[in-house]
Structures are given as structure tokens and as C-alpha cells.
């Protein structure tokens, strides 16, 4: 003790002597993104500035994320103009939590740009009294029972925490679809808009919440039409407590076409990590979502083939009782070939293969264009075929000079164009609707990568 008592006042000196540490210098933060702030965690400390500049000639939006387990220190969206830059200092409160900045343009989805964490990164994710060894690492238990959809889904309190506003919500113009890694829609109370049914040429924004600690094992697959979407899978989980539940992966897209939008949740074979000392086995498979793409198809164009109840009529002369030349009159029906223009009143809706929809047919014959007119009525599969019939206005001759049919006659018999109604019935093929369905069977799937 004397000993101990002798040195303090040496220990005590060589502490105050003992140079102090100096502050962290600025962290310089760009985007485009430097890839060696992306790919590996930074050390962060309080009172440390970080500066964000914006390199390009477009405006950009700055997420600023701050967590820790799974309570949200800090949440903030910026505006960030072009060539602009936006400055903050680490705070002592964000001690111990991570920090993630994410930028997004009206073009790209958001993307980190800077991801860190204040102070010991290991202490952060285990905090144990002093004395006292830290935890080890988690490691799942043997012989693990497989997930339900309600352990893949985030509980109310979970929800409560996470940004749901804009989720299930559709404007017209742009809409929203959160999804759990269970295939669940996300939806707060309090969203900002009412879900409506989709509409051709819509944008739609895809989000996907997973757990921090399992989110490297999910991604989305997005398909309209024959057009795949797909963001891939995280290189690694996101560090977090196993509560923590984060948006892991983002699509946008233009929805084209009629027909169906189609989401796909895959998920790799892992151990979903529940608490810290509860798990379950997730398989490996996918969730699947679909919603419906309206489209109304008001007008049309096609080739028609009918049978005309008047096709022609012609008159000649010929022998008749006691060798008298008289005048005959012959009438042909048959088959005729027609162009023709279709409106649908009511629309046809283009997905609904086996629904008929009413139109109005007008057309001229092929092989007389101008001398023979086509109007009816019409019911259109959406495939492109329908069953039509109505009233044909042709161009035929007419005896001249009050003669008659059955007159004696001789010599060239005089004749005039008059118009004269008849029926017809036919099938028609319209070929806006037929190009568009055959076109997606024949077309190859195009898959367009999308990069968070």
C-alpha cells in the first residue's frame, strides 16, 4: 500500500503529461459514391464532420439514418441541389450507433454513399458492465423449426417504428408496395393516399423490410408483361440487433401493358435470427404478390371475312318463249374481304381473355374500296377475335329508261348505279389487339438488373 501510495503522484502526472487525443479530422462524402466508403463500415466519432458534396449537375435527396440495435437514434431527409453540399457533426447521442447516408435523384433508387459506425463498432452491438465478458457470437441452434408467415412479418410494434406512410398508397400517378419477407403487405393506418387498382404506364415504387441480420438473404423480382426487374441480393447482412427491421432492398418501375404486375420475394436457405437467442429456418423459395395492370382498349383496326347477303347484281339478255330476247336480272351473294375501323364504347379490357366487349364496326370491301360499305355490330375477344354482323350498302346497277325485268328487249341494256342494302355476317380480326397477344407469347423475357 505504501508502495501504491508513493506512486500515485507519478501515475497522476504522467496522465496529465499524457498528450490528449486529437478530434477526428472531416470525412469528405461524394456522389457519385467513393466505393471505399461503401464497401467497408468507417469509424465514426462524435463531434466529427462530415461533409457531402454533390458532384453532378442534378439535384439529389440525402437520407442521414442513425441506429442502434434496434431503437432509431436519428432520422433526417435533405435536399441537396446540384454542385451543392450539406454539412453535419456527429453528435455525442449518436455515441455507439450506426450511421447510414443514403443519396437518392428523381432517375436511381437510393443509394448508400457512406455507412459507419460512432465509436467501437463491437461494443456497440453488445454493451456489457464493465468486468463483465461480452457475449459471444450468435450461432443457431441445432434442429430449428421452420418460420411461419407471422415470424416473417414485422408485429404492430415493429410497424409503429418503421416509415410507413407512403406504403399502399397509389395517387394515379405513382404508387407504393411494402412487402415483408412473409409476401405481407405493409400498411400504416396513417398512409398518405388510398390504394387503387394500377394503370398502364404508372410508376411503381416495390420496397422490401426485412430483418437487419438476415437481410443479405432476400431480394425482390419484379415482371410485367415479359419485362423481369430484379434488385439483387445484399453481399452481406446489414450489422444490427435482430429486432432491428430495415427497408433492404428498393425497385422502381414503369409498369406497360395490361395484365398483371408480378412481385416476387426470393429468399435464399438461412436461419432467420428472431432474438438473440431465438431462430427458425427459413427454406430456400420465394413469396409471390400480383396486382392487377387496367388497361382500356377503346379503338381498333382489322381485317374482316363476311358473307354478304348482296354481293352483286348484273342483267343480260336472253331467249326466252317463242325465241324473244327479255331481260334477265342476276343477284350473287358470297364471300367478301373488308378493312375495317372498331370502336368499343365500353372499352376492352385487355388481360380478360374470355370477355367479350361490344364495338362498332364500319369497313369498306377490299375488293370494291368505296363501292361497298360495312356497318355493325361487333363482339371482340380481347385476343383479337369477334363475331360481327349488320347492314352492307353496295354500288349495283339498275335497269334505265323505265325498263323492266322480264321486258323484251334487244340490243346494249341500259343501266344505272344505285344504292342497295343487304345483310352480312362475318368474323373480324382486329389487329392492334392480336399484334399485342402475339407479341407476348413470341417476345423473349428481358431482364433488366437494377443496382440499389
Known amino acids: 500500500m505504501r508502495t501504491l501510495a508513493a506512486l500515485s503522484p507519478l501515475l497522476l502526472s504522467l496522465l496529465l503529461a499524457a498528450p490528449t487525443a486529437a478530434a477526428a479530422p472531416p470525412l469528405m462524402v461524394s ?39 434496434s431503437a432509431r437514434l436519428s432520422e433526417e431527409t435533405r435536399a441537396l441541389a446540384a454542385a451543392g453540399t450539406y454539412e453535419l457533426e456527429i453528435p455525442v447521442a449518436w455515441a455507439g450507433g450506426r450511421v447510414t447516408i443514403l443519396a437518392e435523384t428523381e432517375a436511381s433508387n437510393p443509394g448508400a454513399i457512406l455507412s459507419g459506425v460512432v465509436g467501437d463498432a463491437a461494443a456497440a452491438a453488445f454493451v456489457a458492465p464493465l468486468g463483465e465478458p461480452r457475449p459471444p457470437k450468435w450461432r443457431a441452434p441445432q434442429n430449428l423449426p421452420l418460420c411461419s408467415d407471422d415470424q416473417l412479418h414485422p408485429d404492430a410494434a415493429v410497424r409503429a417504428r418503421l416509415d410507413l406512410r407512403e406504403c399502399h398508397s397509389n395517387d394515379g400517378k405513382r404508387a ?20 387503387r387498382e394500377l394503370q398502364d404506364k404508372q410508376l411503381v415504387e416495390i420496397r422490401l423490410y426485412t430483418r437487419s441480420s438476415s437481410a443479405g438473404h432476400y431480394n425482390l423480382a419484379v415482371r410485367n408483361e415479359r419485362t423481369l426487374i430484379w434488385s439483387p441480393l445484399r453481399a ?17 418501375t414503369r409498369v406497360y401493358g395490361a395484365g398483371w ?37 377503346y379503338f381498333g383496326a382489322g381485317f374482316l371475312i363476311a358473307y354478304v347477303g348482296l354481293k352483286d347484281r348484273s342483267f343480260s339478255l336472253a331467249q326466252g318463249d317463242y325465241g324473244v330476247s327479255r331481260i334477265f336480272e342476276d343477284q350473287a351473294d358470297g364471300v367478301d374481304y373488308i378493312a375495317n375501323l372498331v370502336a368499343y364504347p365500353l372499352g ?13 364496326v364500319l369497313g369498306t370491301s377490299l375488293e370494291l374500296p368505296g363501292r361497298r360499305w360495312y356497318l355493325g355490330l361487333q363482339l371482340e375477344l380481347p385476343l383479337g377475335f369477334g363475331l360481327a354482323g349488320g347492314t352492307v350498302v353496295s354500288v349495283v346497277p339498275k335497269l334505265s329508261d323505265d325498263l323492266l325485268v322480264g321486258q323484251p328487249y334487244s340490243g346494249e341494256i341500259p343501266t344505272s348505279d344505285t344504292a342497295s342494302f343487304s345483310w352480312w355476317a362475318g368474323i373480324n380480326l382486329d389487329l392492334v389487339l392480336f399484334t399485342k397477344f402475339f407479341r407476348s407469347l413470341l417476345s423473349p423475357s428481358v431482364e433488366l438488373p437494377q443496382v440499389e
Open 31 to 69: 456522389f457519385p459514391a467513393d466505393p471505399k466508403l461503401v464497401e467497408a463500415d468507417q469509424d465514426l466519432a462524435t463531434g466529427q464532420q462530415i461533409i457531402v458534396k454533390n458532384t453532378t449537375d442534378k439535384p439529389l435527396k440525402i437520407h442521414v439514418t442513425v441506429t442502434q440495435g
Open 176 to 195: 407504393v408496395i411494402c412487402l415483408s419477407p412473409a409476401g405481407r403487405p405493409l400498411v400504416d393506418p396513417k398512409a398518405r393516399g388510398a390504394w
Open 236 to 252: 452481406q447482412d446489414l450489422k444490427g440487433a435482430a429486432e432491428t427491421w430495415v427497408r433492404s432492398g428498393v425497385v422502381r
Open 261 to 297: 404486375l408480378r412481385v416476387r420475394v426470393n429468399h435464399a436457405a438461412h436461419h432467420e435470427r428472431l432474438t438473440d437467442r431465438k431462430a427458425c429456418k427459413v427454406p430456400r423459395g420465394d413469396r409471390r404478390v400480383t396486382h392487377h395492370v387496367a388497361k382500356q382498349h
Open 348 to 360: 376492352v379490357e385487355e388481360d380478360k381473355m374470355l370477355q367479350f366487349a361490344p364495338g362498332i
